[in-house]
């Protein structure tokens, strides 16, 4: 097969796991066309960049044009996960690819009945377009990512786990970068012709997820039991009477799907792939044991994170042209630099500091190709006073919510030592309004107050939402501060 034969056209690759299989395409040295929304994304090393709206069908076209293969890792509502794939299966059927492989990366929804999952209902849609339309396809079917339950719903500093079931339920798991890995694997295999392939990385039970944490942690794991599977399903059905958007239920329904046995995988075909060692679940579950650098570290080093969307977040750009960024400015959790970047195109002295080596070598590097001028430091945001003098404006985005109890203390104690009197705080974080347990701790107002009532006068806290990489959002408090402690009796910090 000559290397013409061999393009794949990549769509929804900048996403935690469109990233990685990005990166697996290329260690297998196919060439790769990255589908991109036009204006948004900065040069790949070694891939063609193909700007493009799901809604051109000419654009789509010209993408196509010429690839062997569509691989498809979209994500989000119906207008992408939908409409967008089947304007890319359009595309992809106009120009004559050999194989088609949707974004599915899921538990076996073919076996759901609709309404079972509104998101798999998306997928259920494209998945009978994509039978229909004749072109030779692979579903890609794992159960559900590793890191969800080890990122998303243990709580590692109280060491619980809240459960539905008895506890013995076998649930299919598989780590992302291992889903990369089998679709980079199968995308030519002519093994996994019109197939839906079936893969786990290891079939779990709450039960062993409790006997792998003590084991990796020596912390015995507190199980909370929540009820029944039956109950679990009432409660979804009361959820949805109610609800404002899917988001607030719909993870339930996931776990629902798996819990009930409904969405099992019935044959695994792992042996059809032994170059594939999956990782196992006590594998993910001690690198998120590790210190929080390395965790964060680990998350830029393999792909593009949830909240790195390659922008200011929505509600600090809206500080930032309302003015109210001054001074010498500091990006507590900076990230690869965006906040801190915006900061000084407004010819801002800008200070960013993160635990993630990676994101902030790639923090330097958008500073240099935007000829902006900001300095980046790898530390410990709970060690601020290191970073010498005293900041008059700190932007927090997405740290506060990180940290426990303990650490939240030392980190509002930090910003004490880091902020001058009269200095303002913005911190963006998680709101108690977000539904589920998905991604980091929930943040009462009352918590923000309590936390800040030493030395702090609290002006506003506003809802607002954090975006992320998928574009599903979460609901956020923005909360304004000001330092009071060491000013002079009677005077005015605004």
């Known amino acids: 097969m000559s290397t013409r034969d061999e393009t794949i056209l990549l769509a929804g690759g900048t996403g935690q796991l469109g990233s990685r299989i990005l990166r697996r395409l290329l260690d297998k040295g196919y060439p790769v066309r990255l589908l991109v929304r036009p204006g948004r994304t900065p040069p790949v090393a070694g891939v063609e960049l193909v700007e493009a709206d799901l809604a051109d069908a000419r654009a789509l076209d010209a993408a196509?044009?010429?690839?062997?293969?569509?691989?498809?890792?979209?994500?989000?509502?119906?207008?992408?996960?939908?409409?967008?794939?089947?304007?890319?299966?359009?595309?992809?059927?106009?120009?004559?690819?050999?194989?088609?492989?949707?974004?599915?990366?899921?538990?076996?929804?073919?076996?759901?009945?609709?309404?079972?999952?509104?998101?798999?209902?998306?997928?259920?849609?494209?998945?009978?377009?994509v039978e229909a339309s004749g072109i030779d396809h692979t579903f890609v079917l794992i159960g559900g990512f590793m890191e969800n339950v080890v990122y998303r719903r243990l709580?590692?500093?109280?060491?619980?786990?809240?459960?539905?079931?008895?506890?013995?339920?076998?649930?299919?798991?598989?780590?992302?970068?291992?889903?990369?890995?089998?679709?980079?694997?199968?995308?030519?295999?002519?093994?996994?012709?019109?197939?839906?392939?079936?893969?786990?990385?290891?079939?779990?039970?709450?039960?062993?997820?409790?006997a792998d944490y003590q084991a990796v942690t020596g912390r015995p794991l507190e199980l909370q039991r929540m009820g029944s599977v039956d109950d679990l399903r009432q409660t979804i059905e009361k959820t949805k009477a109610a609800a404002r958007s899917p988001l607030e239920y719909v993870f339930a329904q996931y776990a629902w799907a798996q819990l009930s046995q409904k969405g099992?995988?019935?044959?695994?075909?792992?042996?059809?792939?032994?170059?594939?060692?999956?990782?196992?679940?006590?594998?993910?579950?001690?690198?998120?044991?590790?210190?929080?650098?390395?965790?964060?570290?680990?998350?830029?080093?393999?792909?593009?994170?949830?909240?790195?969307?390659?922008?200011?977040?929505?509600?600090?750009?809206?500080?930032?042209?309302?003015?109210?960024?001054?001074?010498?400015?500091?990006?507590?959790?900076?990230g690869t630099g965006e906040h801190a970047l915006m900061a000084a195109a407004r010819g801002l002295e800008v200070t960013g500091i993160d635990a993630a080596a990676r994101a902030i070598d790639s923090a330097i590097t958008k500073a240099k190709s935007r000829g902006l001028t900001a300095r980046f430091v790898v530390g410990d945001a709970l060690e601020l006073a290191s970073l010498g003098g005293q900041f008059d404006t700190v932007l927090d985005c997405g740290l506060f919510h990180v940290f426990g109890d303990e650490e939240r203390a030392r980190y509002v104690e930090s910003l004490g030592a880091a902020v001058a009197p009269g200095g303002r705080l913005f911190v963006l974080c998680f709101s108690e309004l977000q539904p589920g347990t998905l991604g980091p701790r929930r943040v009462t107002q009352a918590e923000l107050r309590a936390a800040f009532a030493a030395g702090w006068r609290v002006d506003t806290i506003d809802a607002a939402r954090i975006e992320t990489v998928d574009g599903s959002g979460a609901a956020a408090w923005c909360a304004a501060l000001t330092r009071i402690r060491g000013l002079p009796s009677g005077s005015d910090p605004s």
């Open 64 to 129: 196509a044009r010429g690839a062997a293969a569509v691989i498809s890792a979209l994500n989000g509502g119906p207008e992408v996960a939908v409409d967008g794939q089947l304007a890319l299966l359009a595309a992809a059927q106009r120009q004559g690819v050999r194989r088609f492989i949707p974004s599915d990366y899921a538990l076996d929804y073919f076996q759901l009945d609709y309404g079972d999952n509104v998101f798999l209902d998306y997928r259920k849609r494209v998945a009978e377009a």
């Open 155 to 210: 709580d590692f500093a109280k060491n619980r786990l809240a459960y539905w079931g008895s506890g013995d339920e076998p649930v299919d798991m598989t780590a992302i970068d291992d889903v990369a890995r089998l679709v980079a694997e199968a995308i030519f295999d002519p093994r996994a012709s019109n197939r839906r392939l079936t893969f786990a990385g290891e079939v779990v039970t709450t039960h062993g997820i409790a």
């Open 264 to 334: 099992k995988l019935r044959t695994l075909m792992n042996e059809e792939y032994p170059q594939i060692r999956p990782l196992r679940l006590r594998d993910v579950m001690a690198q998120a044991a590790t210190p929080s650098a390395g965790r964060f570290d680990a998350f830029y080093a393999s792909g593009t994170p949830p909240w790195d969307i390659g922008r200011p977040q929505g509600a600090f750009l809206a500080l930032a042209e309302a003015g109210a960024l001054r001074g010498r400015v500091l990006d507590a959790g900076c």
